[in-house]
């Protein structure tokens, strides 16, 4: 029987009590979309979404650290996003730098540690330099793992486990007899981290685009119209609430 504690009425919540600790996911996923058209419907650039939207995932984050989530997820760029136009994917891969230039110092006062998923290799260098510094500079902080999605599609990271697999197989590194969910799980990139147990998306669509196909298999999704630069703690402090009222069975009764 699942306990449904009001800590979402709760502006700072902090304490295992007034948080419902036991009932806040451990592990929440965004795909934050919308920035473009929260841009378009005030006659602006698109990248000027993607710049406000920049700002409200340190809104997100304080809520993450203050109800004690233990990862936060978040879609930044998918390995389908190099499609847009040229100076928009140049923004969107500036945008970590910028966004870590303003806010690590208070990452570091909230004890976040930085992690990545996707593939790096093939980013600008400035923008990997940015992302392997604040990686290095909050490694030993062990509150919230901020996880930010970068060149990252669940496929491509499921062909690159495959991949791999075979490899070791071949090398006799592994035996195909010990090849089970559990072993396949580490060789994705999301290695040793619980599944998302919420998933949510904003700007009204209501699909996984690519992110986290093997890790959501049992997430619970939560949707909302509200397009990402309009996202708030407040709303997410809904998400949260909802969750908390959710019965997960995992095909079970
Ligand atoms: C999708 O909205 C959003 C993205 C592809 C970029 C997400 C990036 C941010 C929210 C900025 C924060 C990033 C960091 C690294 C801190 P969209 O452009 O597809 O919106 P649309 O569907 O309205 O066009």
Request: charge should be negative; glycine fraction near 6%; charged fraction near 30%.
């Amino acid at each position: 029987m699942l306990m449904k504690l009001p800590f979402f009425k709760k502006k700072n919540s902090e304490t295992k009590e007034e948080s419902g600790l036991d009932m806040t996911p451990k592990h929440v996923a965004i795909i934050m979309d919308g920035n473009g058209r929260w841009a378009k419907n005030r006659g602006l650039p698109r990248i000027a979404g993607h710049k406000e939207g920049m700002d409200v995932v340190s809104d997100v984050v304080k809520v993450a650290v203050s109800f004690h989530i233990e990862i936060l997820t978040l879609y930044a760029f998918s390995t389908e996003n190099w499609k847009r136009p040229d100076t928009e994917v140049d923004y969107l891969l500036r945008l970590p730098k910028e966004f870590l230039h303003i806010y690590l110092p208070e990452l570091m006062e909230n004890n976040v540690r930085i992690e990545t998923i996707g593939d790096l290799e093939v980013l600008p260098e400035h923008t990997k330099e940015a992302v392997y510094y604040a990686k290095e500079k909050t490694k030993n902080n062990d509150g919230l793992l901020l996880n930010f999605a970068l060149n990252y599609g669940s496929r491509f990271e499921i062909m690159e486990a495959i991949r791999q697999i075979v490899t070791d197989i071949d090398t006799a590194k592994m035996d195909l007899d010990s090849l089970d969910e559990k072993t396949f799980t580490k060789y994705l990139y999301t290695k040793g981290q619980p599944d998302p147990d919420l998933l949510i998306r904003t700007s009204g669509e209501q699909r996984l685009s690519n992110f986290l196909l093997w890790q959501a298999a049992y997430s619970e999704f939560w949707f909302t119209d509200v397009l990402w630069p309009d996202f708030s703690a407040e709303i997410f402090k809904e998400a949260l609430h909802d969750y908390q009222q959710r019965k997960r069975r995992y095909g079970g009764v």
